[in-house]
């Protein structure tokens, strides 16, 4: 009777444990998984990113979008949401939000922006002075640590191309490597796959 109690108490712990063992791997394993997961871009409003760059001077990437834009909903949801690319902005620029329809004015550098109406819609002023004019969505602006814009990228960026365009004026390329140059020699750290 003894041994089959002891046996019965063995099978007993050496379950609980694989169990427990089985839970550790598992959680170990998945960790990594869910810090990716949650790398998302920390959006600002124009406001608030030109605040901390009073007092910690960094470059803006501006998301200039609208609400009925189907290609900016694609690229929030493919590129913006890959880890490497929302780890990178978040490390290298202030992300800023900026919908190209909003009503709200803007005053900056001394201007005042406001919003236009142009038939049953309208466009923000601000939006079209960071796009040089040409009003085509979703844009992506860079600007420098001094607000001054360096370009706007328009068009649905995949994610390995939109990490290309990010790397060139997040690490200062654009300053002394012409595009064509950089575009051909970069080698791509993100897969494009979904996250």
């Not at 089959?4 to 959680?27: D, E, G, K, P, W």
């Not at 790397?167 to 979904?194: A, H, L, N, R």
Request: glycine residues 4%.
């Amino acid at each position: 009777m003894y041994s089959i109690q002891h046996s019965l108490r063995a099978i007993t712990f050496s379950r609980a444990f694989c169990n427990l063992l089985n839970v550790m791997v598992i959680a170990l394993c998945s960790a990594p998984l869910l810090v990716n997961a949650q790398e998302k871009v920390n959006w600002l409003s124009w406001e608030q990113a030109v605040e901390l760059n009073k007092s910690r001077p960094r470059k803006v990437l501006v998301d200039v979008y609208t609400d009925w834009c189907g290609w900016c909903k694609v690229m929030d949801k493919n590129t913006f949401q890959q880890p490497q690319i929302a780890k990178y902005i978040n490390e290298t620029y202030y992300p800023v939000k900026f919908n190209a329809e909003q009503r709200s004015n803007l005053e900056f550098k001394s201007k005042v922006y406001n919003y236009v109406r142009q038939g049953s819609r309208g466009y923000h002023e601000f939006a079209a002075e960071l796009m040089n004019g040409k009003l085509s969505f979703p844009t992506v602006v860079f600007l420098d640590e001094n607000l001054n814009v360096i370009q706007p990228v328009d068009g649905y960026q995949e994610p390995a191309r939109f990490q290309m365009i990010m790397t060139y004026f997040g690490k200062d390329i654009y300053k002394s490597m012409p595009w064509t140059k950089y575009e051909k020699q970069y080698s791509p750290t993100c897969s494009g796959k979904k996250p």
